[in-house]
T-cell receptor, first 114, second 107 residues
Framework: EAGVAQSPRYKIIEKRQSVAFWCNPI?????LYWYQQILGQGPKLLIQ????????DSQLPKDRFSAERLKGVDSTLKIQPAKLEDSAVYLC????????????FGPGTRLTVL | KQEVTQIPAALSVPEGENLVLNCSFT??????LQWFRQDPGKGLTSLLL?????REQTSGRLNASLDKSSGRSTLYIAASQPGDSATYLC??????FGKGTKLSVKP
């Protein structure tokens, strides 16, 4: 069974530029999560999708971050414009039906904002 | 607001030692708790998922317990090995993570 795929693995941009991350969850998993992990911290949930609908985006900075999950499969997370404090690892995870199930994580995208 | 705390932040032990990692949470209204392992530069790997109706789960040398009433979970690692060196994180069902315990097992 293929795991959660993410790309790119690394990205370096200047502040005020835009960037997008892509995630392909495990086949058949209805729930998809995006997390932000700052060095030395635990992951912080940014947004949770159930199929292609948003369940929780309460911690997503909506003035600069956006995310979509078209057709309930792949997802894209975008930052526009980026700030220095957005430097972090962005993790995508999926589970079969929701937070009561095991979450499977992708390798993450390490973003550096200069 | 749920808060998850993991103590200690770092732990160094000699190979072969049994050890316990701690996770505490402030709101006991959870329906599960999950333990993860994170290797440097990698994503998280799920180790054990304990449902609120369970008191413990075991997988190989790992045993996790859950006491909802006291807001605590422990991860017990038996006969530690250098390959166990990693950061261990716990997360409660409302998707709140602790900061993790960085474990180093010395040969």
């Amino acid at each position: 069974e293929a795991g959660v795929a993410q790309s790119p693995r690394y990205k370096i941009i200047e502040k005020r530029q835009s960037v997008a991350f892509w995630c392909n969850p495990i086949s058949g998993h209805a729930t998809l999560y995006w997390y932000q992990q700052i060095l030395g911290q635990g992951p912080k949930l940014l947004i949770q999708f159930q199929n292609n609908g948003v369940v929780d985006d309460s911690q997503l900075p909506k003035d600069r971050f956006s995310a979509e999950r078209l057709k309930g499969v792949d997802s894209t997370l975008k930052i526009q414009p980026a700030k220095l404090e957005d430097s972090a690892v962005y993790l995508c995870a999926s589970s079969s039906s929701g937070p009561t199930d095991t979450q499977y994580f992708g390798p993450g995208t390490r973003l550096t904002v200069l | 607001k749920q808060e998850v705390t993991q103590i200690p932040a770092a732990l160094s032990v000699p190979e072969g030692e049994n050890l316990v990692l701690n996770c505490s949470f402030t709101d006991s209204a959870i329906y599960n708790l999950q333990w993860f392992r994170q290797d440097p530069g990698k994503g998280l790997t799920s180790l054990l998922l304990i449902q609120s109706s369970q008191r413990e789960q075991t997988s190989g040398r790992l045993n996790a317990s859950l006491d909802k009433s006291s807001g605590r979970s422990t991860l017990y690692i038996a006969a530690s090995q250098p390959g166990d060196s990693a950061t261990y994180l716990c997360a409660v069902s409302d998707l709140i993570f602790g900061k993790g315990t960085k474990l180093s097992v010395k040969p």
